[in-house]
């Protein structure tokens, strides 16, 4: 098995303790929970589950007091520490699914930036071409563009671009998705 498989499923209601903070432990599926110490000014005497919220970025997280220092804790990260084999260098969490907010281990693969990348194009969450929010051309525009026999400096004009994106576009070094 190599390092970048998954361990074998543990059972369901096995929780393991997030690295790091010995009163926090994770689920299988992504399930954040407080299990010693006070929460809310009363002693924990059972599990207690606590609430995950998207970040700004997507990504579920959760803020814990540990030693009296407040955390930001990813729940994928969490899980993918807990449940899938010891992180090689120089990688990060993949969504196998495409899906951010399913933090189950199953759907969790440590991996490259790159594969992380590839990964989100081939869901279609890449931010290429028209998603991009600085985008100034649309696909129909660049199309359009490549087409195009007259010079880059009237087709800038055109576009309200410059003649050096006009190149790019042309010799494909941007856009090159279309």
Aim: with cysteine; proline share 3%; charged share 25%.
């Amino acid at each position: 098995m190599s390092d970048l498989e998954l361990k074998q499923p543990p059972h369901i209601q096995e929780l393991v303790e997030i690295r790091g903070f010995p009163n926090y432990r994770v689920s299988v599926d992504g399930r954040i929970f407080k299990v010693d110490g006070l929460y809310r000014s009363q002693r924990v005497k059972e599990p207690i589950e606590l609430r995950t919220h998207a970040h700004s970025n997507g990504y579920l997280q959760l803020s814990i007091r540990e030693g009296g220092a407040r955390v930001r804790i990813y729940v994928h990260q969490a899980v993918a520490t807990a449940f899938c084999h010891r992180k090689p260098q120089d990688t990060e969490v993949r969504h196998l699914d495409g899906r951010i907010s399913n933090n189950h281990f199953t759907n969790l693969k440590w991996g490259t930036r790159s594969e992380n990348a590839l990964d989100m194009v081939g869901h279609g969450r890449s931010m290429r071409g028209e998603k991009n929010a600085k985008a100034k051309l649309t696909r129909d525009q660049v199309q359009a563009i490549r087409r195009m026999a007259i010079s880059q400096r009237n087709i800038a004009a055109i576009f309200g671009v410059s003649q050096g994106n006009i190149g790019f576009i042309k010799r494909g070094e941007t856009w090159k998705h279309i």
